[in-house]
């Protein structure tokens, strides 16, 4: 059965999955938040916010407030639409992993003390600039510019690559910087 479905009719029945929270409370409201983004992202991908629909209120606005004209502004609109669905997304992304971790516990005390010195402790920093920022959103982007430039963005696409590896990099790093910072029980 779908452990969703588990909290909202019965609760965990935490003698034959002991992995699972059993907390419907805590569990439930991260879920809650998920579903309802993802109805968010629903409706953003219907027809009533298509691009032809959007530039109906995106053109007079960014032309009344920087002047830009209309082949100006189909670049703009390309890119604004794009940082609208990698935003949409990540936000989509980050709900998910807090759904999860609410759902299923860590399998151990040192592995969430490590996670949480990772996701908002002292490495939280580097996890969410490294990562998410530099290793994620940044080559999204210069991937999403050079499926627009066509073939002229090859040096796009392998910059893209390059920050990938370097927030995989970051990502492995920051794993095992957050297991030796844990002191073992």
């Not at 991260?30 to 691009?51: D, K, Q, T, V």
């Not at 040096?155 to 920051?174: I, K, R, V």
């Amino acid at each position: 059965m779908c452990p969703i479905l588990c909290v909202l009719c019965k609760g965990w029945d935490t003698e034959r999955s002991p992995l699972l929270n059993s907390n419907r409370h805590e569990v439930l409201k991260p879920w809650i938040a998920a579903i309802l983004w993802l109805i968010l992202i629903a409706i953003e991908s219907s027809a009533l916010l298509s691009a032809n629909n959007t530039s109906r209120i995106l053109y007079p606005l960014l032309h009344f407030l920087f002047g830009i004209d209309w082949e100006r502004f189909e670049t703009w609109h390309f890119f604004i639409r794009k940082s609208g669905h990698v935003v949409g997304y990540g936000i989509l992304s980050v709900l998910l992993f807090r759904a999860f971790r609410a759902t299923l516990p860590a399998m151990s005390e040192d592995f969430r003390r490590a996670a949480d010195l990772i996701w908002r402790g002292e490495l939280s920093f580097r996890f969410w600039i490294g990562v998410v920022l530099i290793g994620t959103i940044v080559p999204l982007i210069l991937l999403g510019t050079t499926l627009r430039a066509g073939a002229g963005g090859a040096s796009a696409a392998g910059g893209a690559a390059m920050l990938a590896l370097a927030g995989l990099w970051t990502f492995e790093n920051l794993w095992i910087e957050a297991g030796q910072a844990v002191p073992l029980s």
